[in-house]
């Protein structure tokens, strides 16, 4: 078949990949100049199956409602006049209830566990270089509640067959020796010695190379302006070339890979796509002195922050605003990183040269990834997978290619249709 994927960012480009090695005839549209530039552009760069956890649930919710008002906040809600902001709160609030909770966290963590065996596989065959670290992820506490929490969290992710463990200060220390600073206030942590981190940027792009030389085609500067509906399929694509042209784009299948957008080309379809923005922010260091700054990939649990080493670099990327769909930094935010990092890290990051990021991550409200194919017959989504686009976006792929090709993917998960 002949199948159009719009969107280039990690679920768009590994969706090609998967559908190019299928056998499938593979076209995508990309909005910006090349591949990775929005979303995958610079998260924090953690493959965390230990934390494929559902922000919708009562601890999360309790935490929110203390929130509200803070302008430093974590996750911050800021209202719109926007119905689709109101109806995702709504969904989010049924979904933090006990039984869902349940099977959202099964749903993520299965496939977040099988995207990171995908990536490891598909790392080695074709020798793709992006900064990765196998050296875990390492959550660390200051407030005794939370951690109290976090020993409940870990047990429930290892009857899942997460290998998260409990660890007390000393050990915390001894697994990253540069959160030194922090001796005294740090009371334990967690670690999970199978996550990694990587660079998404350089990964995709180096997948979208290596999709290419299987054929696939990329249209970059092209806009998706609307799909054609026909008798119970999309008929044709409607895409807007570099030079403001409009053109159709026929193909035997279509799959929606673009982030928080997608409900812009889904709702005038009549597909439900409950899928709203959660901006983060980022900054990422240069390193002054290389063997003061961790390389184990850490998780600041009172600030909601993740610290990955990037090669030369130090990532640090965090918060969610549901707010709107703009990628206007935030002041405040960035000086609130760029602080954080100074009192963890006083002598290891070069502060005179931080660059910022803003981010729209894809969030459904029950953190469980929209994948599979829609009541239009020949239109697929990939898309809401949050904060864990990453860690699920190469499994993601692959279960796409295996849907629209016939086949019964090798995950367990509830996809659609």
Known sequence: ???????????????????????HEVEV????????????????????????????SGHTLRKVLRWLGRRDAPLA???RLSPRQWLWCMRYLNECRTSRNAANLRAMVRMAQYSRAVLRDLRVALDIRYDHLERGILAFYRDAREFDHACASAERMRELGVARHIVDADEVLRIEP?????????????????????????????LADHARAAGVVFRFNTRLSRLVPGERRVAVAEVVEPDGWFRPLHADAYVLALGSFT???????????????AKGYSATFGLRDPALAPEVSLIDQ????????????LRMAGTAEIGDYSRTLNTRRCNNLVQRARTMFPSALDFDNV???AGLRPTTPSNVPLIGRTRIGNLYLNTGHGSLGWTMGVGSGKALADLVSGRTPEVDFPFLG
């Open 29 to 56: 549209i990309e909005r910006r100049p090349g591949a990775a530039l929005e979303t995958s552009r610079a998260n924090g760069g953690q493959i965390s199956v230990c934390y494929a956890e559902p922000w919708a």
């Open 302 to 313: 009172e600030a909601k922050l993740v610290f990955s080493r990037l090669g030369s670099h």
């Open 178 to 206: 540069a959160l030194e600073a922090l001796r005294g206030q740090i009371i334990g942590g967690d670690y999970t010695a199978d996550d990694e981190s990587g660079d998404v940027h350089l990964f995709t792009r180096a």
């Open 77 to 79: 809600f800021s209202p």
């Open 1 to 23: 078949m002949k199948v159009a994927v719009f969107g280039a960012g990690i679920i768009g480009v590994s969706s090609a990949w998967w559908l190019a090695r299928a056998g």
């Open 263 to 277: 409900p812009d080309l889904a709702g005038p379809l009549g597909i439900d796509c409950p899928v709203y923005p």
């Open 355 to 357: 660059r910022f990021w």
